[in-house]
């Protein structure tokens, strides 16, 4: 059976994304970019940006002299996020196995649907219509028989929404290759910048059909050892599947800060709060973790994030934040102040019944900690909350 891949696509989510709050912003140049520096770098640009001048990766300084009248937004994650969840909900209507490459980009196996839905490109027009009616976002779709020729259909009808009414670019089967062939080595994946202008130094070639008409050994001069698999994409060949999400069991807790801090006390103390509230609900689902991870972001709004294996199992606080803590110092090395954090806990197992032969200090101590959570859990469950509160929460 022919395989049958869709890949929607918003161009300039975030941008599109506001608009949808902001509608004085529609038909203006935007771009999203931290605002805190003019050394800051632009995130994404509006296409009335990009006819000025202004291009995605650009300092910011720089693309306000090219276009004076743009207009600055603030990266929004909470807003995206909350986007790109209702976007996810309003694709899965129509299947099941659907995998977001990013936010604005979703990949959607349409095989086999041809009798609920018609022929694929059908599909992608009436989803396309729904979420342009009904959600007010601007998008486009490429349909193919594989996920590599439907993204690029899908970037290639994004820079001629305005010429094609449809925002739909069928690519038959079979017609992968040509397809692909005229255009420029940079619509396919894996050649960025500097591979481009290796391919045009070392080798002369500026299309994608030059790469396919040329020898492996010839390739390696480049891309060494993904030789063959760029001469498979310029092909228009890629069996990769559409890998559906798996959800993966958590315990989360997250805070926004109400004051960017980078004094390491008050942040440890917000982080036990976190831990805090994980290990309550752990303890009311009886479950015991063996994973934990932590995600800071900055007030620069770029973010690091990291895991760890717990050495044993559990679900007591203390024992939690131990490792958290060592992991927060770890990470927190961007020299700018924290606005927000989120801490989660996973790979749930069965509790350890097998007690320790020599060391009998470790557990009498686990069974006092567990006594003092419990008695204090007592004294909230009574009178609040607030009750009784650790003194490093307090900051």
């Known amino acids: 059976m022919s395989r049958y891949i869709i890949h929607i696509h918003i161009p300039a989510f975030p941008i599109a994304v506001a608009r949808v709050r902001r509608p004085e912003l529609r038909e203006r140049p935007v771009a999203v970019a931290p605002l805190h520096s003019e050394r800051a770098l632009v ?4 296409a009335e940006a990009r006819q000025e001048g202004v291009y995605k990766g650009m300092p910011l300084a720089k693309a306000v002299q090219f276009c004076p009248n743009l207009n600055i937004l603030p990266p929004d994650p909470e807003l995206i996020d909350r986007a790109a969840r209702v976007l ?5 209507y129509y299947t099941p196995l659907w995998e977001p490459s990013r936010p604005g980009h979703i990949f959607l196996d349409v095989t086999g649907t041809q009798r609920l839905w018609g022929k694929a490109k059908d599909t992608a ?4 219509r729904e979420i342009r009616e009904q959600l007010c976002l601007p ?5 193919a028989g594989n996920k590599l020729v439907s993204g690029i259909a899908a970037e290639v009808i994004a820079l001629h929404t305005r010429s094609n009414s449809d925002g739909v670019l069928d690519v038959d089967l079979g017609g992968e290759s040509s397809f692909i062939a005229p255009l420029k080595v940079d619509f396919l994946p894996g050649i960025g910048p500097v591979r481009k202008r290796m391919l045009l130094e070392e080798l002369n070639i500026t299309r994608a059909g030059e790469i396919a008409a040329l020898e492996l050994y010839r390739l390696k001069l480049v891309f060494g050892r993904e030789a063959y698999v760029m001469h498979q994409r310029s092909l228009g060949i890629d069996p990769t599947p559409v890998y559906p999400l798996r959800a993966e069991p958590k315990v989360t807790a997250e805070q926004t800060l109400t004051v960017d801090e980078n004094d390491d006390r008050k942040l440890l103390g917000v982080l036990y709060g976190l831990v805090e509230q994980c290990g309550r609900e752990l303890r009311r689902r009886e479950l015991f973790c063996g994973q934990a991870g932590l995600m800071i972001r900055y007030a620069d709004q770029q973010e690091t994030s990291g895991r760890i294996k717990l050495e044993r ?3 007591w606080d203390q024992e939690l934040y131990e490792p958290m803590r060592e992991l927060f110092l770890k990470l927190c090395r961007h020299r700018v102040r924290v606005r927000f954090l989120r801490v989660w806990f996973g790979g749930f197992c069965a509790p350890i019944s097998q007690l320790a032969l020599f060391e009998q200090t470790p557990a009498k101590q686990q069974a006092k900690t567990g006594d003092l959570t419990q008695a204090l859990e007592r004294v ?3 009178h609040g909350g607030e009750a009784l509160r650790y003194g490093r929460v307090m900051g």
Not at 43 to 46: D, I, Q, R, T
Not at 88 to 92: E, H, L, P, R, T
Not at 139 to 143: D, K
């Open 43 to 46: 995130l994404a640009v509006s």
């Open 88 to 92: 996810a909900n309003k694709v899965a």
């Open 125 to 128: 027009g009436r989803l396309r």
């Open 139 to 143: 998008g486009v779709a490429g349909v």
């Open 313 to 315: 199992p559990g679900f």
């Open 380 to 382: 909230r469950t009574k």
